[in-house]
């Protein structure tokens, strides 16, 4: 009767949004060595998509969902778990692709041709199935979708994918268990694990991130009772040991102490020993395991529970999911259903603080001339918006007047138009713990350099300006935004101290205050002194 009541539900709430796209087969496929079903299909529309504006690119995304399956060609119907895998960088599908356009035949089938990416060559839980590895202790739903833009996998994406897979498997018998959804991701889809829980961290039963191109506020996973476990090699981003650490042992700002243990399979001797961290109060709710013999690498062997890494006790991690369900943590069930109009909102309004919405579509040189235009316009109005009046007063308030340099409280209203991806980012975390989120502008090389300008809302002599080095790589340039001003560097900053906040003494007073990056730098937040 349960498994009647939600199907019904699911069908009623598809009636409420866009079907997902049927000129795109089904293609079911038989996984003969996990004796699964594969099934390929293009999620419904989001956001709304408006015919050939480039600016609104995927509005829809190919996956590929496996159900167990009785034979070649029956699925196995019943109520089961469901994981989520969320790729890395090289299996993005085309970035150029508009689905708001009509396309033929010819054009669903190249998409088609391209999914087969997620599967093998992304080294995940598609590959383990195809290779006889995937061997959970009782049957699951393994869906995998395919990022159809730079950066990762917004919270949209992600909910809609699993949307329409229980709409879609309920018409076929089985019903998805929302009391254990659970979410996986490599590199780039492990820094989109890290902001869909930023921004959600009650939905998922449990994570894992491995090698994740991100970090998280550890006291948001202790405050939400998030079950994660945590990879690190030896070569990694932003998920290296000692964020991973921080992750597993939160920090003084938390509201409870944790204290880490070693998996009792190992000598747990970290810096010549892969092994595995676990942590009080909950000792099997986070988890971290070191890989030192791995560069940006491993995560295929622990998807198919081969690496050395993974704790002799238990090789599966898709068992350590399994375990793990929400109704044990006090948390609400997933919400399977979907709402694209508050979907879309909530997409529209996290987008800034956690995942790129889309790829640049413009040049950099369009951007810049955009940004001097905003700020032409702004210098030659006469009287100020609210927007302008707000950003005046917030600043006013924070800076102290007479020659005394104090902090100026930035926001991402400051970020002036012009600016490609989510700049705002820069300046949504003010405070002094390690920031989570950051401006990407997106992988290519071709895009930058790329600009943005700070508006402070009134003219400023500057004495400080800080920035938080999350990579340790890349470059970053600071000058006068004032285009009647001199354009001269004030700071230059090569990214050299991984994870760490850096401070440089300058004097310059000025409205608004350019920020340059290159080659990808990942520079997280920007903070000011002035008066």
């Known amino acids: 009767m349960q498994t009647f009541i939600v199907a019904l539900l699911s069908l009623i709430s598809c009636s409420a949004l866009a079907l997902i796209d049927t000129r795109f087969p089904e293609s079911p496929t038989y996984m003969s060595k996990a004796n699964m079903i594969r099934f390929q299909y293009m999620s419904h529309e989001g956001a709304q998509c408006t015919t050939g504006i480039n600016t609104k690119l995927i509005s829809r995304v190919p996956y590929y969902v496996y159900a167990p399956a009785t034979g070649t060609t029956q699925i196995k119907t019943g109520k089961y778990a469901a994981v989520i895998f969320l790729h890395g960088m090289g299996e993005q599908?085309?970035?150029?692709?508009?689905?708001?356009?009509?396309?033929?035949?010819?054009?669903?089938?190249?998409?088609?041709?391209?999914?087969?990416?997620?599967?093998?060559?992304?080294?995940?839980?598609?590959?383990?199935?195809?290779?006889?590895?995937?061997?959970?202790?009782?049957?699951?739903?393994?869906?995998?979708?395919?990022?159809?833009?730079?950066?990762?996998?917004?919270?949209?994406?992600?909910?809609?994918?699993?949307?329409?897979?229980?709409?879609?498997?309920?018409?076929?018998?089985?019903?998805?268990?929302?009391?254990?959804?659970?979410?996986?991701?490599?590199?780039?889809?492990?820094?989109?694990v890290f902001n869909?829980?930023?921004?959600?961290?009650?939905?998922?039963?449990?994570?894992?991130?491995?090698?994740?191109?991100?970090?998280?506020?550890?006291?948001?996973?202790?405050?939400?009772?998030?079950?994660?476990?945590?990879?690190?090699?030896?070569?990694?981003?932003?998920?290296?040991?000692?964020?991973?650490?921080?992750?597993?042992?939160?920090?003084?700002?938390?509201?409870?102490?944790?204290?880490?243990?070693?998996?009792?399979?190992?000598?747990?001797?970290?810096?010549?020993?892969?092994?595995?961290?676990?942590?009080?109060?909950?000792?099997?709710?986070?988890?971290?395991?070191?890989?030192?013999?791995?560069?940006?690498?491993?995560?295929?062997?622990?998807?198919?529970?081969?690496?050395?890494?993974?704790?002799?006790?238990?090789?599966?991690?898709?068992?350590?999911?399994?375990?793990?369900?929400?109704?044990?943590?006090?948390?609400?069930?997933?919400?399977?259903?979907?709402?694209?109009?508050?979907?879309?909102?909530?997409?529209?309004?996290?987008?800034?603080?956690?995942?790129?919405?889309?790829?640049?579509?413009?040049?950099?040189?369009?951007?810049?001339?955009?940004?001097?235009?905003?700020?032409?316009?702004?210098?030659?109005s006469s009287t100020s918006s609210t927007a302008s009046s707000s950003i005046m007063s917030s600043a006013n308030s924070s800076a102290a007047h007479g020659g005394t340099p104090a902090p100026i409280l930035l926001s991402p209203a400051m970020i002036l138009p012009g600016a490609i991806a989510n700049a705002s980012a820069l300046v949504d975390e003010q405070n002094s713990t390690a920031p989570t989120t950051f401006w990407f502008a997106g992988w290519s090389t071709a895009i930058y350099p790329v600009e943005a300008i700070i508006d402070l809302g009134r003219e400023y002599t500057l004495t400080e300006i800080t920035i938080y080095d999350a990579n340790g790589t890349g470059l970053v340039e600071f000058s006068d935004g004032d285009l009647s001003h001199s354009q001269t560097v004030i700071v230059s900053d090569s990214l050299t101290r991984y994870l760490k906040f850096t401070s440089y003494p300058v004097n310059i007073t000025t409205r608004y205050l350019r920020v340059k990056k290159f080659n990808a730098a990942n520079m997280n937040e920007v903070k000011l002194m002035g008066y």
Not at 159 to 188: F, H, N
Not at 279 to 302: Q, Y
């Open 196 to 380: 869909y829980i930023a921004a959600n961290p009650t939905h998922f039963s449990a994570a894992v991130a491995i090698e994740a191109a991100g970090g998280i506020d550890p006291c948001l996973v202790r405050a939400n009772n998030v079950s994660l476990w945590g990879f690190a090699g030896g070569a990694s981003g932003n998920m290296g040991a000692g964020n991973l650490r921080t992750i597993i042992n939160g920090n003084t700002s938390c509201p409870e102490a944790t204290i880490e243990y070693t998996n009792p399979a190992y000598t747990c001797r970290y810096n010549n020993k892969s092994c595995t961290l676990l942590s009080a109060l909950r000792p099997n709710n986070l988890r971290a395991t070191f890989m030192p013999s791995n560069g940006h690498s491993g995560w295929r062997e622990v998807y198919n529970g081969t690496h050395s890494a993974l704790p002799t006790t238990e090789k599966n991690i898709y068992n350590w999911m399994l375990s793990q369900k929400n109704s044990d943590q006090g948390k609400p069930l997933f919400p399977l259903d979907y709402d694209t109009v508050s979907s879309s909102s909530a997409a529209s309004s996290t987008a800034l603080s956690s995942t790129p919405s889309s790829v640049p579509t413009s040049s950099s040189s369009s951007s810049i001339a955009s940004t001097a235009s905003s700020i032409a316009s702004s210098v030659a």
């Open 93 to 192: 599908g085309s970035s150029v692709l508009n689905m708001c356009y009509t396309r033929d035949d010819a054009y669903y089938a190249s998409i088609a041709t391209n999914l087969i990416k997620v599967e093998n060559q992304a080294g995940g839980p598609g590959a383990a199935i195809l290779n006889g590895q995937f061997i959970p202790q009782e049957n699951m739903v393994v869906i995998i979708p395919q990022s159809m833009q730079r950066g990762g996998f917004s919270t949209d994406v992600i909910r809609r994918v699993i949307s329409d897979t229980t709409v879609q498997l309920a018409a076929k018998g089985i019903e998805l268990d929302a009391d254990r959804i659970y979410l996986t991701g490599l590199s780039m889809g492990g820094g989109s």
